[in-house]
């Protein structure tokens, strides 16, 4: 019964999550110790739910021309090395200030890119289907936009860095994916659109799971027959929430990367 | 026709889109399989999914360099290292404080 549940719970997530770029992570964990289990016992399946919902999403993301791998590895060293500092932090800082700290964050993404209006990267004539895709050597790329072509340049990328570093420091206090943070970064500070955005967190946040799960398992903390059931259905709602990402316009994309902080925001300030 | 994008890259993506999708449909056999058998047999299968979903995203990044390497572009070849250099950072220190 209780795999029933974890296979439900999964399917919510990462579907929701897969199509706001968020890992997910940040709705299990508090949804699993609503129902009464251990935050520790949790953590490793919020994590789960990250790593399938990104492997499931991978495919449609992958076809619809969205994931920057450049740009994700290059955002996902500085989020990986904060996680690394976090990870050592953690303990230091009591767990209601840090929550706090994270709904305060998806509060700040969730108000800026609400109020935002507009496509800041329109379709552009001048650019082929060999224009599709992220270009050589750099950080730039275009993709697919409404039959046309939408080129893109990150800009700020020092204080994209610099905030994504930040990401990781609590996301590896925490023990979140922090995709909640990273794709409101790339969207607002870096300029990249939205579903680039959201589609190359996805691919980033996979990496982060990965390792933090690596080492829960060297720990022991892993239930393995939750963690299938956790991930049954996080693979299911990472593909229908990738579906359902691709067809979104990019400003709808930003409403509804807007209210999930928004709830994001709320749960975590509940929790604190 | 030439463009700012690498000319294979599309292909390669969709290459790298169909192992993933084939990776996703063993991974949900075994996951399911594990959830559902009895015992042993069911911990070894949800044991094996769990693996799976564990090892996928970073093998993903040394095929990026792979390709990266094939495209010639040695900048992102490096950057790519450095990630693998700092998650192996990081788990090396996890352990060292387990």
């Known amino acids: 019964m209780q795999q029933i549940g974890l296979v439900l719970a999964g399917l919510l997530t990462a579907g929701v999550g897969s199509l706001g770029g968020l890992g997910g992570a940040v709705l299990l964990v508090p949804l699993l110790v609503l129902f009464g289990m251990p935050a520790s016992e949790a953590a490793p399946l919020g994590l789960m739910t990250v790593a399938a919902g990104s492997l499931a999403a991978s495919q449609r993301q992958l076809g619809e021309k969205l994931v920057n791998h450049r740009l994700g590895v290059v955002t996902e060293i500085a989020g990986s090395s904060g996680a690394i500092a976090g990870a050592l932090l953690s303990g230091a800082i009591a767990d209601r200030w840090l929550t706090r700290i994270l709904a305060v964050a998806a509060l700040l993404g969730a108000v800026i890119g609400g109020k935002r209006k507009g496509i800041r990267n329109p379709a552009r004539d001048g650019y082929t289907e060999a224009d599709i895709g992220e270009w050589p050597g750099s950080l730039a790329g275009a993709y697919p936009l409404n039959g046309g072509i939408a080129p893109y340049q990150t800009r700020r990328l020092p204080v994209g860095l610099a905030t994504m570093a930040g990401a990781g420091v609590v996301a590896g206090i925490a023990g979140v994916s922090g995709g909640f943070i990273k794709t409101p970064t790339k969207n607002e500070i870096m300029w990249v659109p939205v579903k680039v955005a959201a589609a190359t967190t996805s691919f980033t946040i996979g990496i982060t799971s990965a390792t933090a799960l690596i080492v829960f398992a060297f720990q022991g903390r892993i239930d393995v027959k939750n963690g299938a059931a956790v991930i049954v259905g996080s693979l299911l709602g990472g593909q229908i929430g990738s579906r359902y990402q691709a067809r979104l316009s990019p400003i709808v994309a930003r409403k509804a990367l807007a209210v999930l902080l928004l709830i994001v925001a709320v749960v975590l300030l509940v929790r604190s | ?98």
């Open chain 2, 1 to 98: 026709m030439s463009g700012r994008a690498h000319p294979g890259q599309l292909a390669d993506d969709r290459r790298l889109g169909r192992m993933l999708a084939i990776a996703v449909k063993v991974t949900f056999a075994v996951a399911l399989a594990g959830v559902v058998a009895p015992g042993a047999v069911g911990i070894g299968l949800a044991t094996a999914a769990v693996g799976m979903v564990i090892t996928m995203p970073i093998a993903r990044v040394f095929w990026l360099i792979a390709r990266w390497a094939r495209e010639g572009d040695k900048r992102f070849v490096v950057i790519g290292a450095a990630l693998i250099a700092v998650v192996a950072i990081g788990f090396t220190l996890a352990l060292l404080r387990a």
